[in-house]
């Protein structure tokens, strides 16, 4: 690994932040607004890393898929806009840029801006140790698409919901210890996570699929459906009560 490429993530999330806070700024029709941040912030990225990293491959959610990053050792994966929704909602502040490298196989550094907040948490700077966990706990969930297996995991064990919005803002939380855990199934990329986690696995927490398998990064397909992102202590338990939940049969009456 490049020993700066954690301090290139770290400054490229920063700086595609700041353009999306100045295109913020100048308000307007949110459809369009978002659609402006996903695509200047995209069209930064992709030219930084072409300019800085010409050899390494780029996976970009707002960039076309070329298959040759499969045989490549080294690839950029990136969410230029994480939270395109609470993006363009006037006053929110979860959303984020997600910036990761790929490299032989595993996550070796990634940054997640969170730029409304004027924070950055990357794998450049150590992270602070994380207090003990909530009693009760805090899971945190999406604001617009809740998984129902996730509220009878919080029923189970006595967990306390969060909603929060983009998947940056969420493994955010977790990191800097605002909340216990980012459990999630349904409708993600590689893009979602790949940031949050080289930060979360630099910070010591347990990351994974929802089934315990490891977390794997450029694979033909992007789709990375669930995740779990939570201290290790806390691991076993919730690993273990999502098994038995999603193994349960539903009730026909509750849903």
């Known amino acids: ?3 700066d490429d954690g301090r290139l993530a770290r400054d490229l999330a920063e ?8 295109l913020r700024s100048g308000g307007g029709d949110p459809v369009s607004l978002r659609k402006a941040g996903d695509r200047q912030s995209h069209e930064f990225l992709a030219a930084e ?3 800085l990293r010409p050899g390494d491959a780029v996976l970009s959610e707002e960039g076309l898929d070329d298959a040759a990053r499969l045989s490549a050792s080294r690839v950029w994966i990136v969410d230029p806009l994480d939270g395109t929704r609470e993006f363009g909602e006037a006053g929110r502040v979860d959303w984020a840029v997600h910036v990761a490298l790929w490299s032989d196989g595993e996550l070796t550094a990634g940054a997640v801006a969170l730029p409304a907040q004027d924070k950055v948490l990357s794998t450049a700077e150590p992270i602070a140790p994380l207090p003990p966990p909530h ?12 998984p129902e297996f996730v509220q009878r995991l919080a029923a189970e064990i006595g967990a306390t919901l969060v909603p929060l919005g983009s998947a940056g803002a969420k493994a955010a939380a977790v990191i800097t210890g605002a909340a216990d855990a980012y459990v999630h199934s349904g409708g993600q990329y590689e893009w979602d996570s790949a940031a949050p986690v080289a930060v979360a696995q630099s910070a010591g927490l347990h990351t994974s699929r ?7 990064y450029n694979q033909a397909s992007p789709s990375l459906p669930d995740i779990l992102i939570c201290p290790a202590v806390i691991a076993p338990l919730l690993l273990k009560t999502i098994d038995s939940v ?8 509750s849903s």
């Open 210 to 216: 929802i089934d315990g398998s490891k977390l794997a």
């Open 49 to 51: 890393l072409a300019r």
């Open 15 to 22: 700086q595609a932040g700041h353009l999306l806070l100045e």
């Open 1 to 3: 690994m490049t020993s």
């Open 135 to 146: 009693d009760p706990l805090r899971l945190l969930v999406s604001r617009s698409r809740p």
């Open 246 to 253: 999603l193994s349960a049969p539903t009730d026909p009456e």
